[in-house]
Every structure is written in structure tokens, then in C-alpha cells.
Nanobody, 127 residues
Framework: QVQLVESGGGLIETGGSLRLSCEFS????????MAWFRQAPGKGRYFVAG????????AYADSVKGRFTIARDNAKNTVLLQMNSLKSEDTAVYSC????????????????????WGQGTQVTVSS
């Protein structure tokens, strides 16, 4: 059974940076495509960024392009989300998700496509 544990959230001022980390265990990390989603209070869960199992392809939501970077370290079973130039609208619970990569090179963006989810980490950006 896959387990995902996020860390790195917190309270940050507008314009600041945070780096989220998601530690994967229970299966072979290099077989899984990964993504970050976020959910603000009273809103749905939205795709933020995703990366394929070999790290060669990634994708971002338009709202975070140029500010956020997703990366993975298959030797450490970890996926990272570097968040720069944070805005108040980035405030949300951020969750990582994993799916066995059945179509090589395809970045997944829809929550139902993911089999495993972490508990989430709160990011609060104060203005």
C-alpha cells in the first residue's frame, strides 16, 4: 500500500517562498506519476502541478506557471513543489497524489485518475 506524507507548509507573507515535500513509500516510486493538488476553504480540489515517473514531463496550472516548480528525486522517493512569489490566493491545503503510470509520458491532472493521496499540508499566505 502506498503512503504519502507531505511536509513544508506554513504561514508565509505575500511574495515569499515555500517548498513542499511529499515522501512516498510502500511501492516502487519510479513507477508512479505524481502531482500536487490544492483545496481552499469551501472550494473544490484543483490541480497545481504534475510530473511523470521519469521526471521528463511536467505540467502546471495556469495560475502557478512561472512561480511554482515540481521536481522529483527517485533515489529519495520524494516529490517537491517549490513555490515562489506566493499570493494570498495560493492559500489552501496542498496534497500530493500518486498514480501508477500506465501511459508513459502522460501527466495526469484529474483527481479521479489518482489512486493514492496524502493527508495534506496547510499553506497560508498573508497579505
Amino acid at each position: 500500500q502506498v503512503q504519502l506524507v507531505e511536509s513544508g507548509g506554513g504561514l508565509i507573507e505575500t511574495g515569499g517562498s515555500l517548498r513542499l515535500s511529499c515522501e512516498f513509500s510502500g511501492r516502487t516510486f519510479a513507477d508512479y506519476t505524481m502531482a500536487w493538488f490544492r483545496q481552499a476553504p469551501g472550494k473544490g480540489r484543483y490541480f497545481v502541478a504534475g510530473i511523470t515517473k521519469n521526471g521528463q514531463s511536467s505540467a502546471y496550472a495556469d495560475s502557478v506557471k512561472g512561480r511554482f516548480t515540481i521536481a522529483r528525486d527517485n533515489a529519495k522517493n520524494t516529490v517537491l513543489l517549490q513555490m515562489n512569489s506566493l499570493k494570498s490566493e495560493d492559500t489552501a491545503v496542498y496534497s500530493c497524489a500518486a498514480a501508477f503510470e500506465r501511459i508513459v509520458g502522460r501527466v495526469l491532472k484529474s483527481p479521479p485518475e489518482f489512486e493514492y493521496w496524502g493527508q495534506g499540508t496547510q499553506v497560508t499566505v498573508s497579505s
